[in-house]
Nanobody, 115 residues
Framework: QVQLVESGGGLVQNGGSLRLSCAAS????????MAWYRQAPGKQRELVAV???????NYVDSVKGRFTISRDNAKNTVYLQMNSLKPEDTGVYYC?????????WGQGTQVTVSS
């Protein structure tokens, strides 16, 4: 059974940085896209950043220039480096992986940015 385990969330001040990690364990075939989503209180889950199997990346406009998504295929791991954090970045961050049509989600990690 495949599980995604996230780490790196926490409380940080406005302008600070955090690095999220998400590692897939279990028997998983080639991973296509990897992504990070977030859900703020009272809002819908939104796509924050995605990286394809060819390492192409895309970001929601609100994080462009501040966040960087990357992947390590040998470790089945995806990262999200978050710099210049703002209070509006607060939420639960979920990692996502797609492998041959099957989707996997992490359990979520809380990111809180204080003003």
């Amino acid at each position: 059974q495949v599980q995604l385990v996230e780490s790196g969330g926490g409380l940080v001040q406005n302008g600070g940085s955090l690095r999220l990690s998400c590692a897939a364990s279990g028997r998983i075939r080639t991973i296509n896209s990897m992504a990070w989503y977030r859900q703020a209180p009272g809002k819908q889950r939104e796509l924050v950043a995605v990286v394809t199997s060819g390492s192409a990346t895309n970001y929601v406009d609100s994080v462009k220039g501040r966040f960087t998504i990357s992947r390590d295929n040998a470790k089945n791991t995806v990262y999200l480096q978050m710099n210049s954090l703002k209070p509006e970045d607060t939420g639960v961050y979920y990692c996502y992986m797609n492998s041959i049509g099957t989707s996997y989600w992490g359990q979520g990690t809380q990111v809180t940015v204080s003003s």
